[in-house]
């Protein structure tokens, strides 16, 4: 029996998310292209996918991923039962990651820095709460790094 994990997680995330990750998704994307729209001086609708070249810049990615984390673990913090039904931190950290990543992705238009957001995402999860599991399941919050940010990842 193992309900954590990152195979567990692919498997069963569209399963037992309920609403929640569609609760992630928007604000994700509401926070993202306000962050946008603040850059660069326009209206929310005509900032999405906007942020590109010399714009887009880590420090801007960093305030977007941390503003929607920060708002995806504060709603696992108030609300328990919002935690009850995302049983184990690897369905909580993966819902938060998406939120992170619909947020870039929204800003931005563009895949890598949205795969970034993700491993960023599982950076400050870990910050903020702890690691995932235990017994070697817990390799969610690690195996994004390495291929992110490092030049000509694979």
Not at 79 to 94: D, K, L, N
Not at 118 to 141: I, K, M, N
Request: aromatic share 12%.
């Amino acid at each position: 029996y193992m309900s954590g994990g990152v195979g567990f997680t692919q498997y069963a995330s569209a399963t037992y998310t309920d609403n929640i990750l569609e609760d992630f998704c928007y604000k994700g994307c509401e926070i993202g292209l306000d962050y946008a729209s603040r850059e660069l001086g326009v209206s929310p609708q005509e900032a999405m996918g906007k942020i590109k070249g010399d714009k887009l810049t880590m420090e801007i990615l960093e305030k977007i991923i941390r503003a929607e984390n920060d708002y995806c673990l504060t709603q696992y913090e108030a609300y328990p039962t919002v935690a009850e039904s995302h049983f184990g931190g690897s369905v909580r950290a993966c819902c938060a990651a998406a939120g992170c990543g619909s947020a870039v992705a929204c800003a931005t238009g563009l895949a890598q820095p949205t795969l970034s957001a993700w491993s960023l995402s599982q950076l400050g999860h870990y910050e903020r709460v702890g690691r995932l599991g235990f017994y070697g399941y817990d390799l969610q919050d690690q195996c994004k790094a390495a291929c992110s940010y490092s030049y000509q990842s694979d």
